[in-house]
Structures are given as structure tokens and as C-alpha cells.
């Protein structure tokens, strides 16, 4: 049995990440053993560290992260999909089942869900793969999840359905993600980010983008939406939530807003809106499986934004998780392993 070590965090607020051994675990029937690559670093990390969710069941020591790429090292006797030996991201879903520690990334083997990881081509560098786990399920969930907005399903050869989605947020990750999976949804994206990464967001397949800054960002965007239907909104940030709600407030279609943080409790008349709440059988299986893997393996996805590679080895997680906190731009925070 492999050896594993990992960073724990062994108390509220206790810093830094501590390393030493953990147990190896073997997978369950529909899931995989991952030996990590590369791990990333999301803003519910240092969240959860410096425990700005009180409300969150913690347990000391515990085991963070939720973004992984590497080798699968072992599978469960229902995987149809990966063998031992192939490159794979996956999403480590720890917390969101009470952080269970065997399927959280900062650590050297994690368990997966196989309808939670993909196959990654042999070019395509654990470091890049890594950004993608979590933001991508956060963007799937938002758009897919039947209580959110319940969009179409992505493919690689999309039903045009002339209508637009906002995303408020496109440079985050999740908001990276959002925009590609709507463009692969058959919509027309409108989005927000600063001035300095539209052509990012164009790339990623949004036909306009207006810079968040400017004072006339919401009535522009209201504009721009005029004679269009819009599918809803997709808040990506903490700060956009005010902008989607006058915008689809004043547009024609969906008035529903997916948010990637807590929404108002009362909202105006008509109006309607969710905090994204992962659960994967709603999504993994139509994001993942059906459009994800033939998607990377045909290139036709951008694994965005691009990785910021802060270091080596489980020790350089806490400097990771230092440097996500001062704050990111198109960029997402990488450990090599
Ligand atoms: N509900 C969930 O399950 C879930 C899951 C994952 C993340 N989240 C939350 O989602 C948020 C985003 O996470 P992330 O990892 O994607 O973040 P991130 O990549 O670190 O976000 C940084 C980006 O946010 C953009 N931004 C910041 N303020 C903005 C504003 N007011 N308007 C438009 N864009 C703005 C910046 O764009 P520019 O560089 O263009 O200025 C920057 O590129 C975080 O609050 C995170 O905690 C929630």
C-alpha cells in the first residue's frame, strides 16, 4: 500500500499547514485512487483555515482542497472509465461530503469520484490541468443544477438558442468556466471583467465585455441587452451581485440569477435567485463524462485561466494559500507535487 503524506490543518486558525502522514485510502466501487501531480488553490481555502465560516462542521486535524491532477493509481470494480496508469483531473469533493479527508487534494493520494475526473492528453501538464476541478463544477452547477438556471446541456456542436446569458465575473475561475460551458450550451454571452482581460474573455468565446469599473457598467450592459432575451444571470464574484439583479430586473427573459455567494433573503417581485450548491448527480454525468472528456481530448476547451506556480512539494501549500488571499487576476494558484 502507497505511503501517503499530507498538509493538515490542525486547528482554527492555526498557520501554517502542518505535513505528516495520513492514511492510505482505497477506492469505492465508483471511484479512483489519484496520486497527485499538482494541486491548486481556491478562496475557500484560506476561508475555511482562517474560519470565516463558522457555520461550516470542522474537525481538527483536517485535510483542504479541492483541485487535483495526476496519475490514477488505483480503481473501485465499477470504473468503466480510467485505468491505473492514465493522467486525470479530477475534482477532490472532501468538503462538500463533511470533509472527508480521504477525498481532499492537499494531500499525496486522494479518492475520486470517476464521474468527477477526466482524462487529460500526455502534453497537457498536471500544473494546467489543475485549475479546473472546482470552478468548473461551480459553473456547471449554476447552469445545469434543475434549481438553478437548468440550461441545455454543453456540446461540441452546440443548438444555437438565441438568447444571452450574463456573467458577472468572467476573469475568476468560476466565472471562466461559465462563460465556456454557455457558449457550449448554444448562448450568447455578455460578461464583466477589468479592461485588461478582454481579450481573455473574448478567447473564451463571450461576444461582449464591459469593464466592471466604470460607472455606466450596468446601463450599458442594459443596452446592450435590449430587443435580446436573456437566459439569466451567473454572478461569478462577491461584488456582482447588485449589477445582475438591475440587469435582468430590466431585461427581457429568465430572472433567475445563479450566485456563487449567499443571495438577499428578499429579492423584488419576480425576481428569483440561488447560492450555488453543488450536487454532483445532477451535473457530473451531462459536464464531466459526456462533454468535458471528449472536449479535452478533442482540445476544443480552454483549461483557463492560466496556472501561477507558487512552489514544490505539500510544504508550499500554505504559501499558496497565502498568495490566493491577497487576491488573483485570471490567474489560479498551483502547487507542483
Ligand atoms: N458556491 C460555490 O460552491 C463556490 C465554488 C467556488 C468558488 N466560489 C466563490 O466564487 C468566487 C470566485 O472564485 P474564483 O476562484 O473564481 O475567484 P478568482 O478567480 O480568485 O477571482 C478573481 C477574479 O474576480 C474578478 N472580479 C473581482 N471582483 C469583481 C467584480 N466586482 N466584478 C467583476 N469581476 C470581479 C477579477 O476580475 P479582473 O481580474 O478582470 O478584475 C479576478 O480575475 C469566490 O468568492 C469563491 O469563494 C463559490
Known amino acids: 500500500m502507497p505511503s501517503n503524506f499530507a498538509a493538515f490543518l490542525v486547528g482554527e486558525g492555526v498557520h501554517p ?7 492510505y485510502t482505497s477506492p469505492g466501487p465508483s471511484e479512483i485512487v489519484v496520486k497527485n501531480g499538482a494541486v491548486a488553490v481556491n478562496p475557500i481555502e484560506y476561508i475555511l483555515q482562517d474560519h470565516l465560516m463558522p457555520s461550516f462542521p470542522m474537525h481538527y486535524p483536517m485535510i483542504l482542497g479541492q483541485d487535483l491532477a495526476g496519475v490514477v493509481e488505483e480503481i473501485g470494480s465499477n470504473v468503466t472509465q480510467f485505468k491505473v496508469g492514465d493522467r486525470v483531473l479530477g475534482h477532490a469533493f472532501g468538503m462538500l461530503h463533511n470533509n472527508n479527508d480521504p477525498e481532499s487534494a492537499f494531500q499525496l493520494y486522494t479518492v475520486v469520484g470517476e464521474e468527477m475526473a477526466v482524462a487529460i492528453p500526455d502534453e497537457m501538464s498536471f500544473e494546467a490541468a489543475t485549475v479546473l476541478p472546482l470552478c ?13 438556471l437548468n440550461l441545455p446541456p454543453p456540446s461540441l456542436n452546440p443548438t444555437p438558442r438565441n438568447q444571452t446569458l450574463l456573467v458577472w465575473g468572467g476573469a475568476s475561475c468560476v466565472g471562466s468556466n461559465a462563460i465556456q460551458l454557455a457558449v457550449a450550451s448554444g448562448y450568447e454571452v455578455v460578461a464583466t471583467a477589468s479592461a485588461k482581460n478582454f481579450d481573455y474573455i473574448k478567447q473564451l468565446g463571450a461576444t461582449q465585455v464591459y469593464d466592471y469599473h466604470s460607472d455606466s457598467v450596468v446601463s450599458d450592459i442594459i443596452a446592450c441587452l435590449k430587443g435580446k432575451v436573456i437566459a439569466g444571470a451567473f454572478n461569478a464574484v462577491k461584488d456582482g451581485f447588485d ?9 427581457e427573459g429568465s430572472k433567475f440569477i445563479s ?31 459526456d462533454f468535458l472528456t471528449p472536449a479535452i481530448k478533442e482540445g476544443k476547451y480552454i483549461v483557463a485561466p492560466k496556472p501561477l506556480i507558487v512552489g514544490k512539494g505539500l510544504e508550499a501549500i500554505q504559501s499558496g494559500i497565502d498568495r490566493q488571499k491577497q487576491g ?10
Open 328 to 337: 488573483m487576476s485570471a490567474e489560479k494558484v498551483v502547487i507542483s507535487l
Open 243 to 251: 449589477g445582475c439583479l438591475e440587469i435582468v430586473q430590466a431585461s
Open 259 to 289: 450566485s456563487v455567494l449567499p443571495v438577499p433573503e428578499v429579492l423584488p417581485a419576480g425576481i428569483s435567485s440561488g447560492w450555488i450548491l453543488m450536487e454532483p448527480a445532477k451535473f457530473s454525468k451531462l459536464a464531466y463524462v
Open 136 to 148: 468548473f463544477s461551480t459553473a456547471a452547477a449554476g447552469l445545469y443544477q434543475d434549481n438553478f
Open 17 to 23: 499547514l502542518s505535513v505528516g502522514p495520513a492514511p
